[in-house]
């Protein structure tokens, strides 16, 4: 049982749309980290929250911490080939746990 | 220097060979970590070294050895692995093993084939 559940899992979409990644759990974190990963690379930290109700921006990213700082939320504004990865939730509580992932593909 | 750097960045090795991969870091970071990730799954933690002491150790097998020499380096000795050992293995580093607040710094990592 994975503490941190992204959804969707796969996900496929056209230059210019827009997606939301989900990364919720049943748990409470101190801080939860936003990581993209391109193939044969290490993740790479995108954003730190810390607060609940937090929104932080990076350029067409928008990230929201939930108010009760169990969920996290990640929004893409017009979708670039550049952003293809793989986007990983990560939660510290007394230790730091992964979500599942969500792969991104964005076409061209 | 902001980094953690990995060597190598492949490595292909019979399951008679014994290699070792390479962590290294200079952001005064005294919690380091080895990870082991599949394709497109997320990381799993394999060791925790906490202050150059093994911390945690996720149950892995004994042909998967871990080293600390000093507070900057972190090796993996790898002996007599099997194929479905072959993946990416990431070594991660934080400002201590409770500081977790903002995140790890991660290596590009090391593509592990196992013939």
């Known amino acids: 049982t994975q503490l941190l559940e992204q959804s969707p899992q796969f996900l496929s979409i056209q230059e210019g749309e827009n997606l939301t990644v989900y990364c919720n759990s049943s748990?409470?974190?101190?801080?939860l980290q936003w990581y993209r990963q391109e193939p044969g690379e290490g993740p790479v930290l995108l954003v730190t929250?810390?607060?609940?109700?937090e929104v932080k921006k990076l350029k067409r990213l928008t990230f929201q911490f939930g108010d009760a700082r169990k969920d996290s939320s990640l929004h893409i504004t017009a979708a670039q080939p550049g952003d293809t990865g793989l986007y990983l939730c990560?939660?510290?509580?007394?230790?730091?746990?992964f979500g599942t992932g969500t792969s991104l593909t964005v076409i061209p | 220097d902001t980094e953690v750097t990995q060597t190598p960045k492949h490595l292909v090795m019979g399951m008679t060979n014994k290699k070792s991969l390479k962590c290294e870091q200079h952001?005064?970071?005294?919690?380091m970590y080895w990870y082991k990730q599949k394709a497109k799954k997320p990381p799993e933690l394999m060791f925790v070294?906490?202050?150059?002491?093994?911390?945690i150790n996720e149950s892995v097998p004994s042909r998967f050895s871990p080293e600390c020499p000093n507070s900057s380096l972190l090796n993996l000795h790898l002996h007599a692995l099997q194929p479905e050992d072959s993946a990416l293995y990431l070594c991660?580093?934080?400002?201590?093993?409770?500081?977790?607040?903002?995140?790890?710094?991660f290596g590009s990592g090391t593509r592990l084939t196992v013939v």
């Open positions: 070294y906490s202050y150059e002491k093994l911390s």
């Open positions: 952001m005064g970071h005294r919690a």
């Open positions: 991660a580093s934080s400002q201590a093993q409770g500081a977790l607040t903002y995140g790890y710094t």
């Open positions: 929250v810390v607060t609940g109700g």
């Open positions: 748990s409470v974190f101190s801080s």
């Open positions: 990560a939660g510290a509580r007394n230790q730091f746990y």
